[in-house]
């Protein structure tokens, strides 16, 4: 069985002093650096968004940074303007050792679709390319740090689960957002899908 690191959207932007913080989202970055060196195989994520973003408040006469709507592929939470391709809010935090990295994963470039997991965009169905990278490579077990807890890693989780991945979320290497309890109930959603959250 080969295990898989697998470190979500640890960029700038969701760090302190970023345009999405997270809080306390600097502090997992030690942590995931000692992970990363122990790991059989190392995968980043990184959120990669076009300036005109479909998630963006911005692009959306009258809305405000949180403010859920109804997109053609479901609920849409409008974000403020974030991971901007190229952008110094898109790159990785200045502390991440990418090195480790065999596969670094671009998501969320299409400008009229969002794509909070790893797998899928959030059609649930267009193809990231990340699951037959995983099959190709015999990888069955993935471990999950980074941000946000309740949107990118949950998103994640939940459907390496659901594609029959062995799937644990190591909670102390992430944290989260919680807009409206999201924190909580990602985890029991989690915990329902048979993730293991640790
Ligand atoms: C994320 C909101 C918007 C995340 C990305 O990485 O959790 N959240 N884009
Ligand atoms: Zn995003």
């Not at 709507?69 to 790159?91: K, R």
Request: glycine share 10%.
């Amino acid at each position: 069985m080969t295990k898989a690191l697998i470190v979500i959207d640890t960029q700038n932007d969701f760090c302190p002093g970023g345009a999405l913080a997270v809080a306390g989202g600097d502090e997992i970055v030690a942590g995931i650096n000692l992970r990363m060196a122990e790991a059989e195989a190392v995968i980043l994520t990184q959120d990669w968004h076009p300036a005109d973003h479909t998630s963006f408040a911005s692009q959306h006469q009258g809305r405000a940074p949180m403010e859920v709507i109804e997109a053609p592929y479901g609920p849409q939470v409008l974000w403020p303007d974030h991971c901007v391709q190229g952008s110094d809010g898109a790159a990785f935090h200045p502390a991440l050792d990418t090195t480790r990295a065999d596969l670094i994963l671009r998501k969320g470039f299409r400008r009229e679709i969002d794509s909070y997991s790893a797998f899928f965009e959030n059609d649930k169905k267009t193809s990231t390319g990340l699951e037959g990278y995983l099959r190709n490579r015999g990888i069955t077990a993935l471990d999950f740090v980074g941000l946000a807890t309740d949107f990118c890693v949950a998103w994640s989780a939940l459907d390496a689960a659901r594609l029959g991945f062995e799937a644990r979320v190591l909670t102390e290497l992430c944290r989260g957002i919680d807009l409206d309890g999201s924190l909580a109930h990602a985890l029991d959603d989690m915990r329902a899908a048979g993730v293991t959250v640790a």
